[in-house]
């Protein structure tokens, strides 16, 4: 079983439309999670870091459920720029794990 | 962005060849990462580097060493290239520990062993 577990999708939305990811971690201890976003052929960039009690960035509100391991993304009024492939990630005691991601393709 | 800098960005190889990749950064940051990524898997940690000539493993290490004998540079060699080593190659930097703080990923290099 992977640590970082991810619906690879791809996830294909008119402009508009509210879109959500999901993300589950195996590893109880896991202390601090992040979404990245990497963009086609291009790095990862972060996209916003996963608080206890959630926490909203404009249009991206993020979730995080520790009973049940699992993080989520939600991304509102999805514009075409939005088109990337998201990362969970999940930090345990600096041991850092990537999921593989989940591709979104907004389309006009 | 971040002063981050890879190089080659682009490279084919033949197996059984040494070839050593660079990550070059401006930032002054003390830690610095290799990863991989490949399709179906996250980016997978390499080494990493904590300070000038403290390294560590991490979960993909074999087949891999790396060196940093300056705050700004740090190096991944493939002793001797396999084909299961193609893949894209990630450099990462973070002021502190990355378990607290963004990192900053340089712009990857893509490896081919043929």
């Known amino acids: 079983r992977k640590e970082v577990e991810q619906d690879p999708g791809p996830f294909n939305v008119p402009e508009g439309a509210t879109v959500a990811f999901n993300c589950t971690y195996s590893?109880?201890?896991?202390?601090?999670f992040f979404w990245y976003r990497q963009d086609c052929r291009k790095e990862p960039k972060l996209l916003m870091s996963?608080?206890?009690s959630g926490n909203e960035d404009g249009r991206f509100t993020a979730q995080l459920n520790r009973a049940s391991q699992y993080i989520s993304l939600l991304i509102r009024d999805s514009k075409l720029s939005d088109s990337a492939t998201y990362l969970c990630?999940?930090?345990?005691?600096?041991?850092?794990?990537f999921g593989a991601g989940t591709r979104l393709t907004v389309k006009p | 962005d971040a002063g981050i800098t890879q190089s080659p960005r682009h490279k084919v190889t033949e197996t059984g060849t040494p070839v050593t990749l660079r990550c070059h950064q401006t930032?002054?940051?003390?830690?610095m990462y290799w990863y991989r990524q490949d399709p179906g898997h996250g980016l997978r940690l390499i080494h990493y580097?904590?300070?000038?000539?403290?390294?560590d493993k991490g979960e993909v290490s074999d087949g891999y060493s790396v060196s940093r004998s300056k705050t700004e540079d740090f190096l991944l060699t493939l002793e001797s290239a396999t084909s299961s080593q193609t893949s894209v190659y990630f450099c990462?930097?973070?002021?502190?520990?990355?378990?607290?703080?963004?990192?900053?990923f340089g712009q990857g290099t893509r490896l081919t062993v043929v």
């Open positions: 580097s904590y300070g000038v000539k403290d390294t």
């Open positions: 990462a930097i973070s002021p502190e520990d990355r378990s607290n703080t963004e990192a900053f």
């Open positions: 990630v999940v930090n345990a005691w600096n041991d850092m794990r």
């Open positions: 590893n109880s201890a896991s202390q601090s």
């Open positions: 930032e002054n940051h003390r830690y």
């Open positions: 996963v608080y206890s």
